[in-house]
């Protein structure tokens, strides 16, 4: 249904959106959408490193001999 729209049907979409809108509210809803991008990334991130710690805590475990392994 949508693959043939191409840049003119696009242009006219953003054109009726903008007149119905205004220009500050699509403005404004610009701006939330930048503001939930850049918090799913530090989310993303932070669930990244958060498994880096715990991969790194795992591969730091005690690796001091043991009673038998000392003979």
Do not use: H, R, W, Y
Not at 20 to 43: D, N, P, R
Not at 62 to 67: A, I, K, Y
């Amino acid at each position: 249904m949508f693959n043939n729209i191409g840049l003119p049907g696009l242009l006219l979409i953003a054109v009726v959106v903008l007149v119905l809108f205004g220009k500050g509210k699509v403005s404004s809803l610009m701006g939330e959408v930048g503001k939930g991008i850049t918090a799913f990334k530090k989310g993303v991130n932070d669930g990244t490193k958060e498994l880096d710690d715990a991969a790194k805590a795992e591969a730091a475990k005690d690796v001091t001999p043991t009673e038998k392994e000392k003979v």
